[in-house]
Nanobody
Framework: QVQLVESGGGLVQAGGSLRLSCAAS????????MGWFRQAPGKDREFVAA????????VYADSVKGRFTISRDNAKNTVYLEMNSLKPEDTAVYYC????????????????????WGQGTQVTVSS
């Protein structure tokens, strides 16, 4: 069973930066497409970013493109989300997710495209 544990959330002022981490255990990390999602109060969980197995291909939601960067370190079984120029509308619980199914080349952008989820980490951006 794959376990995902997020960390790095917190309170930051608008314009600031945070780096989220997601450590994976219990599976073969390098075989998973990894994604980040977020959920604000009263809203559906939405896609933020995804990265392929080698880290050479990424995809982002339009709302974060140019501000957020997803990366991974397969030697450390960890995926990261670097968030810059944060806005109050980025406030949400951020979740990482792992896709463990074929086709393994798909950078899924929907909740249904992922098989394992972390518990989430809160990010709050004050204005």
């Amino acid at each position: 069973q794959v376990q995902l544990v997020e960390s790095g959330g917190g309170l930051v002022q608008a314009g600031g930066s945070l780096r989220l981490s997601c450590a994976a255990s219990g599976g073969t990390f390098s075989s998973y497409v990894m994604g980040w999602f977020r959920q604000a109060p009263g809203k559906d969980r939405e896609f933020v970013a995804a990265i392929n197995r080698s880290g050479g291909s990424t995809v982002y939601a339009d709302s974060v493109k140019g501000r957020f960067t997803i990366s991974r370190d397969n030697a450390k079984n960890t995926v990261y989300l670097e968030m810059n120029s944060l806005k109050p509308e980025d406030t949400a619980v951020y979740y990482c997710a792992a896709r463990d199914r074929t086709p393994r080349v798909v950078l899924a952008t929907t909740r249904g495209g992922y098989d394992y989820w972390g518990q989430g980490t809160q990010v709050t951006v004050s204005s």
